[in-house]
């Protein structure tokens, strides 16, 4: 098992400052005024994660994919806590003479076996569902 830390300082009313364990500052508020506010953070989060995975298993199936977009589409519970109850992930996949079955293979990879993220908040019971769209271009 790896350990990672980070670290979290408190700038000035809901802002803080967070350092990733990789020395990346991300500025992080609540009032979502100087930075995203943390939940936001887990869903952009789980898009970096998932689309690194989509990306890197189409240009390993020789897919020649110019761009992937993920957009997420979530859904918090009413009470507090306002966890995340549903999250949709839609992928826009462009490229030239992509093959829609290795964008499928690239979703269900990703999401069955290699982004820890999603894998993590499945596990936590919210339930993720993905789809794609390929576009040529």
């Known amino acids: 098992m790896s350990e990672s830390k980070a670290s979290v300082t408190w700038q000035e ?5 967070g350092i990733s364990p990789s020395g990346h500052n991300v500025q992080i508020d609540a009032d979502k005024e100087k930075g995203a506010s943390p939940m936001e953070l887990v869903l952009l989060g789980l898009g970096g994660c998932a689309s690194y ?5 189409l240009q390993k199936s020789r ?3 110019t761009d992937v977009r993920c957009e997420l589409t979530a859904q918090r519970a009413e009470t507090i ?3 995340y109850t549903d999250i949709h992930i839609h ?3 462009t490229g030239q003479n992509i093959k829609e079955k290795q964008v499928e293979k690239a979703v269900h990879l990703s999401a069955e076996k290699y982004c820890s993220a999603s894998r993590m ?3 936590g019971g919210v339930n993720v569902t993905h789809d794609f769209e390929v576009i040529a271009g």
């Open 53 to 57: 995975d989509v990306v890197s298993i």
């Open 121 to 123: 908040l499945v596990a």
């Open 63 to 65: 897919q020649d994919v």
């Open 13 to 17: 009313n809901k802002a803080f400052l």
């Open 91 to 93: 992928f826009v996949v």
């Open 81 to 83: 806590p306002a966890v």
